[in-house]
C-alpha cells in the first residue's frame, strides 16, 4: 500500500481561535450532563456494570470435599506445569494409600495468574477465583497455605471456554 503524505500549510491571513474555543466549551458541557463513568472504589463497588468477569484468574481457592478436607490427592501435575514455580506440595499417604498434601502452598506474588493449575488438575480441587483484593503490608503473607486456600470463598474462575470465547 502506497504511503500518502499530507502537507499542512501554515494560515497566512489572521485566524480567530473563538470558533475553536466554543466547539471545545460545548463539547465540555455536553460531556457534564452525562452520567459519570468512574467510582469511588473502595467505598462504591459491586454494581453490576463493574462486575468483574467471571472468567478471571485471581487468588486461589482449594475446594474441600463433604467431610471438609481438600479435594487434593497430591499428584503433583500442578507444581509440574506451574510457570512461575511458585506452588510447594509435599506429598503425603494415609494408612488407606490415600495420598494428600502435607504442604501445600502458593506464592501468590510470585504467580502470573494464567490458570494453568485449575486446568491440569485432574480432581477439580485448585482453582483460581473471581477475586483480586488481596493486598497484604508484608511480603509473607501472600504465600498462602492449605488451611488459607480452603478458607477462601469467593467464586472460582470459569477460564477461557472455546464455545463462547467472548465470555457472553
Ligand atoms: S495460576 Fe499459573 S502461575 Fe499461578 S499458581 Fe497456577 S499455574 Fe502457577
Ligand atoms: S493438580 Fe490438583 S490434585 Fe494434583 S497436586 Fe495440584 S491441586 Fe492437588
Given at each position: 500500500m502506497a504511503i500518502g503524505v499530507k502537507v499542512m500549510r501554515r494560515p497566512t491571513t489572521g485566524v480567530s481561535y473563538v470558533r475553536a474555543t466554543l466547539k471545545g466549551m460545548a463539547l465540555t458541557f455536553k460531556h457534564l450532563r452525562q452520567s459519570k463513568v468512574t467510582?469511588?472504589?473502595p467505598e462504591e463497588k459491586s454494581k453490576d456494570d463493574w462486575a468483574i468477569s467471571r472468567r478471571w484468574r485471581?487468588?486461589?481457592r482449594m475446594l474441600t470435599d463433604a467431610e471438609g478436607r481438600s479435594k487434593c490427592v497430591a499428584?503433583?501435575?500442578c507444581p509440574q506445569v506451574c510457570p512461575a514455580n511458585c506452588i510447594k506440595l509435599v506429598p503425603g499417604e494415609d494408612e488407606h494409600g490415600h495420598r494428600y498434601p502435607l504442604i501445600y502452598e502458593i506464592d501468590e506474588f510470585r504467580c502470573v495468574f494464567c490458570g494453568y493449575c485449575q486446568e491440569v488438575c485432574p480432581e477439580e480441587a485448585i482453582h483460581v477465583g473471581v477475586h483480586f483484593e488481596n493486598a497484604e503490608y508484608e511480603r509473607a503473607r501472600f504465600v498462602y497455605d492449605l488451611e488459607r486456600l480452603q478458607s477462601q470463598t469467593h467464586p472460582v474462575s470459569t477460564l477461557w471456554d472455546p464455545s463462547d470465547p467472548k465470555g457472553e
Open positions: 467510582m469511588e472504589y485471581g487468588t486461589h499428584c503433583g501435575l
